[in-house]
């Protein structure tokens, strides 16, 4: 059980980690500074 619960959190953090990055530029470029 906490293998398989430790192979979802790799899996979240593989996932959440490019989807971050692509974000949190395209926010900062949606909002203006200020």
């Known amino acids: 059980m906490s ?3 430790t192979l979802n ?3 979240l953090g ?3 980690l490019p989807t ?3 974000l949190v530029p395209y926010g900062s ?3 203006p500074p200020g």
Do not use: D, N, T
Request: proline letters at 0%; aromatic letters at 6%.
């Open 20 to 22: 971050a990055g692509m």
């Open 3 to 5: 293998k398989r619960q």
């Open 9 to 11: 959190l790799l899996l």
């Open 29 to 31: 470029f949606l909002v």
């Open 14 to 16: 593989a996932l959440s």
